[in-house]
């Protein structure tokens, strides 16, 4: 007897701890999510951004694996952190972004607009998508006819979250998971664009080239004289007369 108490004592002590450092899991990456995510808009420089976006997806999830989403968090992993952002960091420094290029348009009214028109859009969708649902009365999972507790009917059938996560992902949410695949390729499409050099005509001279002078001709028509040949405006001889004589010279003394 004394045993068996016991026992229940060391188990409710491993289960308060263990519920303990999963809250202190979910603290810690929650704001490791929410402080990648302020950087990834905040930073000025694409490559930068899309590394803390790599953090933020590392973080979320660590917060699938708490909640026991075993496959949304390998999917996390493999799918956004893996396959996407690697396609779009390979974009990014193949089209060889400068770091004083930066990603935000600053001084311009119309994109500061925009773009918070359209953060209000995704916050209200997100909000209508996760918080509507659960917002009614309580309810308490129990037996039916005890009090106001309802029955938990179906909870034991569901054999683990990917079972889950298909049904609703091809049943309820069919329309989101195309949405989705729609941004990801705009996202795409917009890492192209921000990460495009546009070439200006002194970037050459800049990076230390020398255009190289144009070759004289050979042959002029008739009438004309070789460009060469053309009279020097300060010194009045011939600006192409100099070089053969040096090459006769060195041909004489070898």
């Known amino acids: 007897m004394a045993m068996s108490a016991t026992l229940a004592q060391l188990t409710a002590g491993a289960e308060s701890a263990g519920g303990a450092a999963e809250f202190w899991v979910f603290v810690v990456a929650g704001a490791v999510a929410l402080?990648?995510?302020?950087?990834?808009?905040?930073?000025?420089?694409?490559?930068?951004?899309?590394?803390?976006?790599?953090?933020?997806?590392?973080?979320?999830?660590?917060?699938?694996?708490?909640?026991?989403?075993?496959f949304l968090a390998v999917i996390q992993l493999i799918v956004y952190a893996g396959a996407i952002m690697v396609l779009f960091?390979?974009?990014?420094?193949?089209?060889?972004?400068?770091?004083?290029?930066?990603?935000?348009?600053?001084?311009?009214?119309?994109?500061?607009?925009?773009s918070l028109g359209l953060g209000a859009v995704l916050f209200v969708g997100l909000f209508a998508a996760v918080a509507v649902p659960f917002i009614g009365p309580a309810s308490v999972c129990g037996a039916a006819g005890q009090g106001d507790g309802l029955a938990c009917a179906g909870l034991s059938a569901v054999d683990s979250n990917v079972t889950e996560v298909g049904l609703s992902l091809f049943t309820d949410f069919v329309w989101p998971f195309e949405v989705t695949s729609a941004l990801l390729v705009i996202a795409a499409?917009?890492?192209?664009?921000?990460?495009?050099?546009?070439?200006?005509?002194?970037?050459?001279?800049?990076?230390?080239?020398?255009?190289?002078?144009?070759?004289?001709?050979?042959?002029?028509?008739?009438?004309?004289?070789?460009?060469g040949h053309e009279p020097d405006a300060a010194g009045g001889g011939a600006v192409g007369a100099a070089a053969p004589a040096a090459g006769d010279d060195e041909e004489v003394g070898r």
């Not at 930068?48 to 075993?70: D, G, P, R, S, T």
């Not at 972004?97 to 119309?110: K, W």
């Not at 002194?202 to 008739?222: F, K, N, S, V």
């Open 35 to 70: 402080g990648s995510a302020i950087a990834m808009v905040a930073l000025r420089h694409a490559v930068h951004a899309a590394l803390m976006l790599v953090v933020n997806l590392f973080a979320i999830a660590v917060l699938y694996a708490v909640m026991e989403a075993q």
């Open 189 to 227: 499409i917009g890492a192209v664009v921000l990460g495009r050099r546009v070439e200006q005509p002194g970037d050459l001279i800049d990076r230390g080239g020398q255009a190289r002078p144009a070759l004289p001709d050979a042959h002029p028509p008739a009438g004309e004289p070789s460009r």
């Open 89 to 114: 960091l390979f974009v990014l420094m193949l089209l060889g972004v400068a770091r004083e290029q930066p990603v935000t348009a600053g001084g311009h009214a119309v994109h500061t607009a925009a």
